[in-house]
């Protein structure tokens, strides 16, 4: 079982990804901290080093390098699947869940947390919003390659793990 979560910053990929893989014994893989630990550099240090070109290659190569762990849940950073061919990779090695979360629920979260988060870094509140609309109209023909979507405010893990069940 190799299963991948993405979905736009914000969207509870991480804290979604913790919950089940203590509910379904997997191992959980934060593929973001998995990169930091791997460079022994922080996500905005690459960022403000080798600028978002850099990032990505690096994100692709821990995307690759986790695509042959077995037993695993993968929170995906939320660009990763916009980039090379890392959708088609995740979807021939594992199961992909996007979580769909609407746009207001992102900004609350977003809003408190974009100290780590070099896209986002700086933004008003009016930025914010504006960012998320036009990257989201970017990125969603990318995340609507995942095998299934789940829609909604809050995600609930029950509804993951059913959905897991039902396609084993
Ligand atoms: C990014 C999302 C971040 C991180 C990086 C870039 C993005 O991960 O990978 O800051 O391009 O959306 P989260 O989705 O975990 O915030």
Same mark, same amino acid.
């Given at each position: 079982m190799r299963i991948f979560l993405i979905g736009f910053m914000g $969207?509870?990929?991480?804290?979604?990804?913790?919950? =089940?893989? $203590?509910e379904l014994k997997l191992d959980f893989i934060d593929l973001d901290s998995f990169l930091e630990e791997k460079y022994y550099k922080t996500i905005p240090q690459i960022f403000a080093e080798e600028g978002e070109d850099g990032f990505r290659r690096k994100e692709r190569n821990v995307l690759e #390098?986790? $695509?042959? +762990?077995? &037993?695993i849940i993968v929170a995906t950073g939320g660009g990763a699947?916009? +980039? /090379?061919? &890392?959708?088609?990779?995740?979807? &021939? $090695?594992? /199961?992909?869940i996007f979580l769909d979360v609407d746009k207001e629920s992102l900004i609350n979260r977003l809003i408190h947390a974009k100290?780590?988060?070099? =896209?986002?870094?700086?933004?008003? =509140?009016? #930025?914010?919003?504006? +960012?998320?609309?036009?990257?989201?109209?970017?990125?969603?023909? +990318?995340? #609507?390659?995942?095998?299934?979507? =789940?829609k909604g405010k809050e995600i609930r893990i029950d509804q993951v793990v059913s959905l897991l069940k039902a396609n084993q």
């Open positions: $969207s509870g990929k991480s804290t979604m990804g913790r919950a =089940l893989a $203590s #390098e986790v $695509s042959a +762990f077995d &037993n699947p916009c +980039f /090379f061919d &890392n959708m088609d990779l995740m979807n &021939n $090695s594992g /199961f992909c100290i780590d988060r070099p =896209l986002i870094k700086g933004k008003t =509140l009016e #930025e914010l919003e504006g +960012f998320i609309e036009g990257m989201m109209e970017k990125r969603r023909p +990318f995340y #609507e390659k995942a095998r299934y979507i =789940l």
